[in-house]
């Protein structure tokens, strides 16, 4: 069974940092591009940022260049997503979620329940 | 990058009759080489992840009742919920891949009436 635990949201002042953690379990991780997806309370979905199977390939939304980095490391099937920077409104649920193929662009088949961030002062 | 656009914004349907939901993109995700559209479906419930529903447009996931089919190429798709049940409440999004930089539409919102 495919499972995406996301980790390490919270309650965090504007400027200051937060790192987030995917560990996936249930399918062979070095296999599949993996994301971040946002959603800010009572709102849409946005795609965060995207990275290949090998960290070859790696995309940010606009909102999200030159403050957030992904990364992933295959052997701990983790994923991680180093946020810096952080702004009102970067305040979402953030989810991590599978590719359906190793490559960055993709529809996601799985999704974690989620991290929550908040950022306030 | 690519605009995704959705209608309704919401819409209640009666038990067992059609639900129709319209998503527009804002260039054409269909890939001339492999004539395949790149555009998925996601089903939201409260408190719930997103659930992948349709892929290529109208391929159908693994255990996705086969009252939802999804339609449509190039720019203009459609999600279809033939007959609603109660437990098909929940807010859709239809999402474009042909890009790297993967966009959603704002959803549409399906109740009960």
């Known amino acids: 069974e495919v499972q995406l635990v996301e980790s390490g949201g919270g309650l965090v002042q504007p400027g200051r940092s937060l790192r987030l953690s995917c560990a996936a379990s249930g399918f062979t991780f070095d296999d599949y591009a993996m994301h971040w997806v946002r959603q800010a309370p009572g709102k849409g979905l946005e795609w965060v940022s995207g990275?290949?199977?090998?960290?070859?390939?790696?995309g940010y939304a606009d909102s999200v260049k030159g403050r957030f980095t992904i990364s992933r490391d295959n052997a701990k099937n983790s994923l991680y997503l180093q946020m810096n920077s952080l702004r009102a409104e970067d305040t979402a649920l953030y989810y991590c979620?599978?590719?359906?193929?190793?490559?960055?662009?993709?529809?996601?088949?799985?999704w974690g329940q989620g991290t929550l961030v908040t950022v306030s002062s | 990058d690519i605009v995704m656009t959705q209608s309704p914004d919401s819409l209640a349907v009666s038990l067992g009759e059609r639900a129709t939901i319209n998503c527009k993109s804002s260039q054409s995700v269909l890939y001339s080489s492999n004539n395949k559209n790149y555009l998925a479906w996601y089903q939201q419930k409260p408190g719930q992840p997103p659930k992948l529903l349709i892929y290529?447009?109208?391929t159908r996931e693994s255990g996705v009742p086969d009252r939802f089919s999804g339609s449509g190429s190039g720019t203009d798709f459609t999600l279809t919920i033939s007959s609603l049940q109660a437990e098909d409440v929940a807010v859709y999004y239809c999402?474009?891949?042909?890009?790297?930089?993967?966009?959603f539409g704002p959803g549409t919102k399906v109740d009960i009436k």
């Open positions: 979620a599978k590719g359906y193929y190793d490559i960055l662009t993709g529809y996601y088949d799985y």
């Open positions: 990275i290949s199977w090998n960290s070859g390939s790696i």
């Open positions: 290529w447009a109208s």
């Open positions: 999402q474009q891949y042909y890009s790297t930089l993967l966009t």
